[in-house]
């Protein structure tokens, strides 16, 4: 590891109209490596005038990309993502430093949000319509799809080369034109991204990078009618406020909005293998993930060596520096974080016996030990409001019927998690569950050939699959008589 890592680090600056540019707002703002505290670099945010130029940008820049066949789109995509694939040491080591992740996660990342651009330019070929029997000897109906246009893709902290990738994909392969606002904490790796596209030949205006104070770029781009597809990925307070500014002119949206995961363990399972599994996925990025396992519910017969298990193995994670191969979890990615963390596991010591962690680790950093609560009572506030970190919820059940119950109390359906060989069980929990997605014996809720969404506060809409795609295409019905 080098004496100093963060001294290769430079910010990215904004990419509009195929132009690279410095912003030319009077704000800006640190960029922090978690791990250390220490800053960075200084971003630049875009003015109102960058922005104007954003817009006229992919506005130019949807008239040509919604002509150019979808064969040499497909093309130009698969060929970013060859050189994506190519500085995947590269974008990793980018993507630990500024957001905090190990390595090793960092470069799973990267093959992932390949993954998912390559999945969509495999189908920009396959975007059908169809034809459909006339009344008539001389009618024909046609439906055709075509895209929705200029589109506004936010992307957040967490993981933000897959969820900008997932955004930027759809888009592109439909035939839209995008700008692209990556999270301000963590925009290096996204850029570098962005610079792939570019070098693979995706002409200006067709991709737009932007940065700045997310509600000022929020109000400005969204009040535009340029833009007509807004995604987002974020928290339900941001969401409802992106909602409300796109009902004025009738924007089509995505919203992901995170989650609250449930976690349903049967006694049939085996428990250490059970165990090794769910402590992976519980902590794999220090816990913030939208649909981290979180609340688990383990049925009687299997609780007490459940929870043993599991406190025993989360404690042994090797905490530290993301850069440092060893690292199993490393920092939260910023202090607001570890405030919010510190202050949810104080509050739910009074509704729940501690069995592991519970309190910041190490001198230096955003890091905090793996927490592990049993015997959490339903009214505590982390069974209701989202942890987004490092801590795990365990409860008993005795019946399937109540395992439902309490995986629905929230008003959260994203992922969901069930472990039982019952077929009968797995089909109870399938019908049972209000989720976006049930993966069983698996701790795998999302994948690039298929719909990842939610229900209630986990948003609407979908990314990934046939549905993401098509939720960046407007179905065109054509009706053609013959003259007469």
């Not at 319509?129 to 992307?155: F, H, M, N, Q, W």
């Not at 606002?181 to 570098?192: G, S």
């Not at 976690?263 to 293998?273: E, N």
């Not at 109870?428 to 698996?442: F, K, T, W, Y």
Request: hydrophobic residues 45%; aromatic residues 8%.
């Amino acid at each position: 590891m080098q004496s100093n890592p963060a001294a290769s680090y430079r910010a990215p600056r904004l990419y509009i109209g195929g132009e690279w540019r410095t912003g030319s707002a009077q704000t800006s703002n640190p960029i922090i490596n978690p791990a250390t505290e220490e800053v960075m670099a200084e971003l630049r945010h875009a003015s109102a005038q960058d922005l104007e130029a954003a817009l006229v940008a992919v506005e130019q820049g949807f008239a040509v990309w919604r002509k150019t066949p979808a064969a040499e789109r497909q093309r130009i995509l698969l060929r970013g993502m060859e050189i994506l694939r190519s500085r995947r040491e590269e974008v990793a080591y980018c993507l630990t430093l500024e957001q905090g992740k190990p390595l090793a996660q960092a470069r799973s990342e990267v093959d992932v949000a390949a993954g998912m651009v390559q999945w969509y330019a495999e189908q920009a070929r396959r975007a059908y319509g169809r034809i459909l029997p006339g009344p008539a000897e001389d009618t024909d109906y046609e439906v055709r799809k075509e895209p929705v246009g200029p589109c506004l893709l936010l992307s957040p902290w967490n993981v933000p080369l897959i969820l900008a990738a997932r955004k930027i994909g759809g888009a592109l392969a439909a035939g839209c034109s995008c700008i692209i606002k990556p999270p301000e904490e963590t925009p290096a790796a996204v850029a570098k991204m962005v610079e792939c596209f570019i070098e693979a030949g995706v002409p200006p205006g067709v991709i737009n990078l932007v940065f700045g104070i997310p509600q000022a770029i929020s109000e400005q781009l969204i009040a535009s009618d340029i833009i007509r597809k807004v995604s987002f990925t974020g928290s339900v307070g941001v969401g409802q406020q992106l909602a409300r500014l796109a009902a004025g002119g009738l924007k089509r949206m995505t919203l992901e909005l995170g989650g609250h995961s449930p976690v349903i363990v049967f006694d049939d399972v085996d428990v250490d293998a059970c165990v090794r599994q769910l402590v992976a996925a519980k902590f794999r990025n220090a816990g913030q993930l939208c649909h981290a396992p979180t609340r688990f519910f383990v049925q009687k017969a299997v609780y007490g060596r459940f929870v043993d298990r599991f406190a025993q193995a989360a404690a042994k994670l090797q905490v530290g520096d993301g850069l440092d191969e060893r690292t199993e979890m490393g920092p939260l990615a910023n202090a607001r974080r570890v405030s919010a963390i510190s202050e949810l596991v104080e509050a739910t010591k009074a509704k729940a016996t501690l069995v592991a962690g519970g309190s910041r680790v190490l001198e230096r950093g955003y890091f905090f030990s793996p927490t592990v609560f049993a015997d959490v009572e339903l009214d505590a506030r982390a069974m209701r409001d989202e942890p987004f970190g490092p801590i795990a919820l365990i409860r008993s059940f005795d019946m399937p019927a109540e395992a439902l119950q309490m995986a629905n109390a929230t008003r959260f359906g994203l992922g969901s998690y069930v472990f039982t060989d019952s077929a009968r069980l797995q089909r109870q929990m399938v019908d049972g569950l209000r989720v976006g997605s049930v993966a069983i014996n698996s701790t795998i809720a999302t994948v690039a050939e298929a719909p990842f969404g939610g229900v209630g506060d986990s948003g609407y809409g979908y990314e990934s699959g046939e549905e993401g795609l098509e939720g960046y295409l407007h179905t065109k019905f054509v009706h053609r008589t013959q003259a007469v």
